[in-house]
């Protein structure tokens, strides 16, 4: 995850949306995504939570829609708590459709709190959705990384506790 959301490899999406292939079994109508800032996507040049719905959608045989949009830029979430994060993305999103699929699949990149993916829920219900199932491909965990793991210029790849990464 590490890998697709700063370093810009892409092909990485492929791998875990087929891993989520393998484990998602929701009866939903449709794919979408959480949406990425413009300001991210500007400075990124690409939406990670896309790139993988866009590539779990053919696997599950449904069509990947953008049924969310951002209606301003949050701060990083990074770095802050869960009520910080709530009133960090509270209306930060609308529908982009007129009416959403009832059964929806969600795709966020990583699930700390879960502040925005409840936001993205709750807009997709106010549009018609009457279940949003959220998958994630990473869920985190605070206080056993590292902080020097997430700078720019670390060595991301496999590692356990105890064993830094150089």
Same mark, same amino acid.
């Given at each position: 995850?590490?890998?697709?959301k700063f370093t810009g490899? &892409?092909?990485?999406a492929g791998a875990l949306a087929g891993a989520l292939a393998q484990v998602? =079994? +929701?009866?939903?109508?449709? +794919?979408?995504?959480?949406?990425? #800032?413009?300001?991210?996507?500007?400075?990124? #040049?690409? =939406?990670?939570?896309?790139a993988i719905a866009v590539r779990l959608?053919?696997?599950? #045989?449904?069509?990947?829609?953008?049924?969310?949009?951002?209606t301003r830029d949050t701060p990083p979430q990074a770095r802050l708590g869960g009520g910080q994060r709530s009133a960090a993305v509270s209306g930060a999103f609308e529908a982009a459709l007129p009416r959403v699929p009832e059964r929806v699949i969600l795709v966020d990149d990583v699930?700390?709190?879960?502040?925005?993916?409840? @936001?993205?829920?709750?807009?997709?219900? @106010?549009? #018609?959705?009457?279940?949003?199932a959220?998958?994630? +491909?990473? &869920?985190? +965990?605070?206080?056993?990384?590292?902080?020097?793991?997430t700078q720019v210029g670390s060595r991301s790849g496999l590692w356990l506790p105890g064993d830094v990464p150089r």
């Open positions: 995850m590490h890998r697709l490899w &892409r092909s990485v998602l =079994d +929701v009866g939903a109508e449709a +794919v979408t995504w959480v949406p990425l #800032g413009r300001t991210r996507l500007a400075s990124r #040049g690409y =939406d990670q939570a896309r959608a053919p696997r599950l #045989g449904l069509p990947a829609l953008r049924t969310l949009r951002r699930l700390t709190t879960g502040a925005t993916a409840a @936001e993205c829920a709750r807009v997709l219900r @106010e549009a #018609g959705a009457r279940s949003v959220l998958a994630t +491909v990473a &869920r985190a +965990v605070p206080g056993w990384m590292p902080a020097r793991y």
